[in-house]
């Protein structure tokens, strides 16, 4: 049973351009989360998606961040004119649900470098 | 989120050594989960805790969800040099939106180095 991928692991921008980060969840996961991570701090949550739903996006920036998570495919995490500020490992995790004990499996993450 | 203070910053020991480390929160949590992070991946959960009080082991990790909800401690014995990594506290927030699934907070971790 294949984990969470996420591709690319590394991702070189410069500014202004566009960032797509791809994620797909755990075969039979259908709850998807983003963090990002700055250097030596811990994740932050960005946003929580279902099957063709955003559930919660109170972390995520009102501007140039969007997310979706379509019926079919991967979820996408796409940062817009990307800024130096950006640069960061972005994490994707999923569960089977949100009932206690069903665990939230992370991705190995997408290194973001803006230039 | 709320914040999650963790403590120590960093550990050097040697192997063979026990080590602890703890988290700590201005407000209460329902839920505290321990991860091992690795250079270049992503965290992996090792214990999850559930109800105040509980006291879980994992192998030769030990953890404890704080009577007051408020903090969790993670002991790790015989320490060996693959403990090496970052390990971070994450906490569920019962004051958040009962959709928001694990919108997890989490520490800024605690560094640990183990020396042969």
């Known amino acids: 049973n294949a984990g969470v991928m996420q591709n690319p692991r590394h991702l070189v921008r410069r500014r202004g351009q566009e960032a797509r980060l791809r994620c797909s969840p755990m075969?039979?996961?259908?709850?998807v989360y983003w963090y990002r991570q700055l250097p030596e701090e811990g994740l932050k949550f960005m946003v929580y998606?279902?099957?063709?739903?955003?559930?919660?996006e109170s972390g995520m920036p009102k501007e140039r961040f969007s997310a979706e998570f379509p019926k079919e495919g991967p979820s996408i995490l796409r940062i817009q004119q990307v800024v130096r500020g950006d640069s960061a490992a972005y994490f994707c995790?999923?569960?089977?649900?949100?009932?206690?004990?069903?665990?939230?499996?992370f991705g190995s993450g997408t290194q973001l470098s803006v230039l | 989120g709320q914040q999650l203070n963790q403590s120590p910053q960093s550990m050097f020991i040697q192997e063979g050594e026990d080590v602890s480390m703890n988290c700590t929160s201005s407000?209460?949590?329902?839920?505290w989960l321990w991860y091992k992070q690795d250079p270049g991946e992503g965290p992996v959960l090792l214990i999850a805790?559930?109800?105040?009080?509980e006291l879980t082991s994992n192998g030769r990790l030990t953890a404890q969800f704080g009577i007051t909800r408020k903090d969790s401690f993670l002991n790790i014995s015989a320490s060996i040099p693959s403990d090496v990594g970052i390990y971070f506290c994450?906490?569920?927030?019962?004051?958040?939106?009962?959709?928001?699934?694990?919108?997890?907070?989490f520490g800024k971790g605690t560094s640990l180095l183990v020396t042969p």
């Open positions: 075969k039979g996961h259908s709850h």
């Open positions: 998606l279902q099957k063709e739903n955003i559930i919660d």
């Open positions: 805790l559930y109800k105040a009080g």
């Open positions: 995790a999923s569960s089977p649900g949100t009932e206690l004990r069903e665990k939230l499996f």
């Open positions: 407000s209460i949590f329902n839920t």
């Open positions: 994450a906490g569920l927030d019962p004051e958040s939106n009962s959709n928001s699934g694990y919108a997890l907070n």
